[in-house]
């Protein structure tokens, strides 16, 4: 069983650009959130997907954007970037069968804006 | 709204020590609580979890963790800690977004520490 990969693993960016961060979810999850950890914080969440669709959505500007995919896949956007948004960037799947609020973690993305 | 406090951000200990992670949260609605750990350059991983029944939750790696609704509390406890364990923890309810499944609300951590 594959768990959750996340790619890249590390990226630098200057202010203002826009990057695109990939998740695959666990095998048989459907369902994908994305969490910002900022250093030394707990993370928080940004969205969920769920069978293509935003299900859910935290406290986060829409220059935050994302998309699922049919193969449950998911991407996180961010344009203009702002130096705040330097943080690691956790990917969770889960699904209905995998028990209430229970979610799997990818290692992560770690973005340094400069 | 639901909100977790994690009352300590650091904790030192010996090996073979008893460790106590404090946590408290707030709810509003039915409450679910979760334990994360978080090794170096690592993403989360789950401890153990309480959704309902008895308030002792035993989870993985020799960890447990009860639930006390009238102090809203899920302190996270370990009779004897060793080295491996030295990481970040996390306590998270969980939120009211993401429909059946929900979000996590996460404590700001607490790194455990332990030390020979």
């Known amino acids: 069983e594959t768990g959750v990969t996340q790619s890249p693993t590390h990226l630098i960016k200057t202010r203002g650009q826009q990057v695109t961060l990939r998740c695959s979810s666990q095998s048989g999850h459907n369902t994908v959130s994305w969490y910002q950890q900022a250093l030394g914080q707990g993370p928080q969440f940004i969205f969920q997907?769920?069978?293509?669709?935003?299900?859910g959505r935290g406290n986060f500007p829409p220059r935050f954007s994302g998309l699922q995919f049919p193969n449950y896949s998911s991407e996180l956007n961010v344009n203009a970037l702002e130096l705040d948004d330097s943080a690691l960037y956790l990917c969770?799947?889960?699904?209905?069968?995998?028990?209430?609020?229970?979610?799997?973690f990818g290692p992560g993305t770690r973005l340094t804006v400069l | 709204a639901q909100s977790v406090t994690q009352l300590d951000s650091q904790v030192p200990v010996f090996e073979e020590a008893p460790v106590e992670l404090r946590c408290n949260y707030s709810s509003s609605v039915s409450v679910y609580l979760f334990w994360y750990v978080q090794y170096p350059n690592q993403g989360l991983q789950l401890l153990l979890k309480?959704?309902?029944?008895?308030?002792l939750v035993k989870g993985i790696n020799g960890f447990e963790a009860e639930f006390n609704k009238s102090q809203t509390s899920f302190h996270l406890r370990k009779p004897s800690v060793h080295i491996s364990d030295t990481a970040e923890y996390f306590c998270a309810v969980r939120g009211g977004y993401g429909g059946s499944q929900g979000n996590l609300i996460f404590g700001k951590g607490t790194k455990l520490s332990v030390k020979p």
């Open positions: 969770a799947s889960s699904s209905p069968g995998t028990g209430l609020g229970e979610q799997f």
């Open positions: 997907y769920y069978r293509e669709e935003e299900n």
């Open positions: 309480y959704l309902s029944g008895s308030t």
